[in-house]
């Protein structure tokens, strides 16, 4: 999957079946803030827990500041 926002550009890609992901790989880049590769493993992770994770921290009201530019990375 590829992501494109204000923040910049990104790529998502994952090993396993669509329902029991073995492992994915996040890649994001911006011209002022760098790039940023995350890797995730696990053994048959559901991906709509990934989903809900993503959305539980764009509406949160944690401080991004405290995680730098990945903080706002994830506020979207």
């Given amino acids: ?3 494109n926002s204000k923040y910049g550009k990104g790529v998502i890609k994952y090993l396993g079946e ?3 992901i073995d492992e994915v790989i996040i890649y ?3 011209d002022d803030k760098g790039f ?3 890797r995730v493993l696990g053994d048959d992770m559901n991906p709509a827990h ?4 993503v959305k539980v921290l764009q509406t949160s009201d944690y ?3 405290n995680l730098g530019d990945i903080g706002e ?3 979207g």
């Fill in 1 to 3: 999957m590829k992501l």
């Fill in 18 to 20: 669509e329902d029991a």
């Fill in 28 to 30: 994001g880049s911006s």
């Fill in 36 to 38: 940023a590769l995350i």
């Fill in 50 to 53: 990934l989903i809900q994770l």
């Fill in 63 to 65: 401080n991004a500041e």
């Fill in 73 to 75: 990375f994830l506020k």
